[in-house]
């Protein structure tokens, strides 16, 4: 809707039933916050790139901003792993969340063929827990982003279920990296 009251012209697939070519790389989970997102449409003519963060910006919903807009220069398909910051607010000591981490963590998992029993462990690339004060743990962690695809929510789900059930937790998606660890189109700022 931005982009029709912005009148820029997206481009539209052909056929019965045309859709704009707009797309957001690892779309978030409701209740998932992120530091920076990446959104590529597609366009017919020209469009002012560095002046449609001005443009877009009084047209969408609280919350959401553009911070830049480029010509992308890679695909989807090379981001391997997405960072995380997640908050654990709970009593439990440290060592109750990372003793999770020395063992298979097997979840009911969506997959293509239907519900699964799935080890999640070895989507996790890596993970660091901290104590922030008496109440509030803070686990920076990274995992698989596709082929296999890992939602976080699996993780603090388990957190909840296995250590400690009045915990209550907060995602925060801080990064997305390529198979090489490097950070992924980082546009023009840093995440």
Known sequence: RAFYKAELNLKYSQGFN???????????????ASL?????????????????????????????????AVIAQRPYIEIAYAGYE???????????????????????????????DTDILPMVKSYNFSQIDNETLKCIIEVTAQNPTLNVEYLTD???ERVDPSAKTSILRTRIFDKDGSIFDTLNQEF
């Open 86 to 116: 997640l908050t654990i607010k709970t009593l439990k000591p440290i060592e109750d969340f990372t003793r999770l981490f020395n063992a298979p963590i097997v979840v009911k998992k969506k997959t293509k063929k239907g519900i699964a």
């Open 18 to 32: 045309p859709h704009a070519y707009i797309s957001a790389a690892l779309p978030l989970s409701v209740g998932q």
């Open 158 to 160: 388990v957190f909840v």
């Open 36 to 68: 920076a997102e990446r959104l590529d449409f597609g366009v017919d003519g020209e469009i002012d790139l560095p002046g449609l963060p001005k443009t877009l910006n009084p047209l969408l919903p609280n919350g959401i901003h553009v911070t830049d």
